[in-house]
Structures are given as structure tokens and as C-alpha cells.
């Protein structure tokens, strides 16, 4: 297998292989920016990528500006929704920072992710601000359904993105205010995670790689599952013992004052002195 992308000639980066590599049918491979711009120009290429071999690649390159305004049009009405390069509600160039970014996380995740979820991964620019860290994603999608999905762990929050063929992606986001626990409910073929929040448990079914959901239950159960700390109960006998013990200090210091006087005054001999003081230190 090559080493370098078979169109723009540049080695491929660990980020680049990831998700496995980008190959043609003809053994060819594209780095992650090439595969951007053309499965931006042609939605197919990105869910079929083993169809097209790296002269159809070219051509799709040549015909871009003769058939933008036709036949893409055509094509696209038949492909799954286009997850555009720059979102509507960002700017280029932030999106570009956050896609940066996250790329930089994911690789230090070391993140074990299906070739399926690329369409997914593509939204998290849009969702995730540069001031929010990620620290755990996995494949995971809503129970009995067939669309494909990751489901990811933020400082902030978890946020499922999910997407079938022909449809735009679904996004749930649950804050953390939002969720009182997590559980894992075990199955050697497709494990479930469980996020309960107050109303309702939402399931994911992890049917890709149990090793990997397991590994990101437990990133996510030491955050949600930590019994809530009550500081005034946990205090409150801290100060109730100091408190009792400064009053019978005082109470003491007060008996030995009045011992010493009555020993002063002769009403006790220097053994019952003794002895009383020995009571009360006892």
C-alpha cells in the first residue's frame, strides 16, 4: 500500500490513516484534505470510495466548473445531504481552527473509528468550540435504528451525531446538567450505553467495537456517576467536634484553677491535689 496521496503527491500523516485508509478500487489512496475537496464537489465519492479509481478522481476535478451549475445538481439530488467545508454559522477560518483542533485530539485519543462515520466527524467543527475539549468519542447509534452515528464526550457535555445514507444528520446535545448517570449494559456482539437524565434514559447501541465502547464508558462513568459531595455534611461534625472539644478544654482549665485555690487556701493537701487533677486530664 502507498504511502503518499495519489493525487497532491503528499505523505500520508497518522491523521490521514486513522480511520483507515482513503483507497480507490485501483489500489490508489487519498489523504484526507484531497478526499475533502472531492467528495465536495461529488457527495458519492465519499460513501462509495471504493468504486472510483484515481482517473475518475481526475475527471471529477476537470468537469467541476463545466457541470457545477448541471449535473451536480442532478447527482446531488440523489446522495446523501453535503456536509459543506464552512458551515453557515461560522467563518472559514474558524472552521478550519476547530477541524485543526479536533483532528489533533482525536489522534491523541487514539480514536478507534469506523470508515462510516466520516459524514459524522465532518459536523464536529460546527458543534465543538475551540474552548471545549474533547475527551472520549466512540461509534455508537440510537437503538433499533439503521443510521450510523458517534457519540462523543466533551468537557461540557456528550453529543450524539448521527446520519443515514440519504438523510441529514440527527444531533442530540445533552449538557451535563442534564444527565444524572451512566450505565453499560454488557453484550459480546453490541454493547449499549445508557445516559439517564431526568425524564427519560436515552440507549446507544455500540455495535462496531466493544473493546472501544467499554474504553469510552469508562472515560465517561468517573464524570457522571461520582455520588454528588454534600460540603456542610462533611463539615458540620469537623466543627461540632471542634467546637466540643475547645468547650471542655475551657471547662477543664476552670476545675484546675479552682483545685489550685483550694490548694493554696489548705483545704486540700497537695496529694488530693494530685489526684483530682489526674481525674480530670483523665
Not at 463545466?66 to 446531488?76: F, G, H, L, R, V
Not at 435504528?145 to 445514507?165: D, E, F, N, P, Q
Amino acid at each position: 500500500m502507498s504511502n503518499i496521496c495519489s493525487l497532491c503527491s503528499t505523505e500520508l500523516t497518522s491523521m490521514d490513516k486513522l480511520l483507515g485508509e482513503n483507497k480507490l478500487s485501483d489500489n490508489s489512496v487519498l489523504c484526507n484534505k484531497c478526499l475533502d475537496k472531492i467528495s465536495y464537489i461529488n457527495q458519492e465519492v465519499l460513501y462509495n470510495l471504493n468504486q472510483f479509481n484515481i482517473d475518475d478522481i481526475h475527471r471529477i476535478i476537470q468537469n467541476k466548473n463545466t457541470e457545477q451549475n448541471s449535473s451536480a445538481i442532478t447527482i446531488q439530488e440523489n446522495l446523501p445531504m453535503a456536509v459543506t467545508e464552512e458551515p453557515q454559522n461560522i467563518s472559514k477560518e474558524e472552521y478550519k481552527r476547530r477541524k485543526q483542533k479536533i483532528k489533533a485530539e482525536l489522534e491523541k485519543l487514539n480514536a478507534n473509528l469506523s470508515v462510516f462515520t466520516k459524514g459524522e466527524i465532518k459536523e464536529l467543527p460546527s458543534l465543538i468550540p475551540e474552548d471545549e475539549k474533547i475527551l472520549g468519542i466512540t461509534d455508537a447509534q440510537f437503538v433499533n435504528t439503521l443510521a450510523a452515528g458517534i457519540l462523543v464526550a466533551t468537557s461540557k457535555r456528550m453529543i450524539s451525531v448521527s446520519k443515514t445514507m440519504f438523510g441529514a444528520a440527527k444531533i442530540n446535545d445533552y449538557s451535563n446538567e442534564m444527565i444524572r448517570s451512566v450505565s453499560f449494559v454488557t453484550n459480546p456482539r453490541s454493547p449499549i450505553i445508557k445516559l439517564h437524565l431526568d425524564e427519560r434514559v436515552v440507549e446507544f447501541e455500540c455495535f462496531m467495537d466493544k473493546e472501544d465502547a467499554e474504553k469510552f464508558y469508562d472515560i465517561i462513568r468517573p464524570i457522571y456517576n461520582n455520588p454528588v459531595q454534600q460540603p456542610q455534611q462533611q463539615t458540620d461534625p469537623v466543627n461540632t467536634n471542634t467546637t466540643t472539644n475547645a468547650t471542655l478544654s475551657l471547662e477543664i482549665l476552670e476545675q484546675l484553677e479552682k483545685l489550685g485555690k483550694l490548694r493554696e487556701n489548705g483545704i486540700l493537701t497537695d496529694a488530693e491535689f494530685t489526684a483530682q487533677k489526674k481525674k480530670l486530664l483523665g
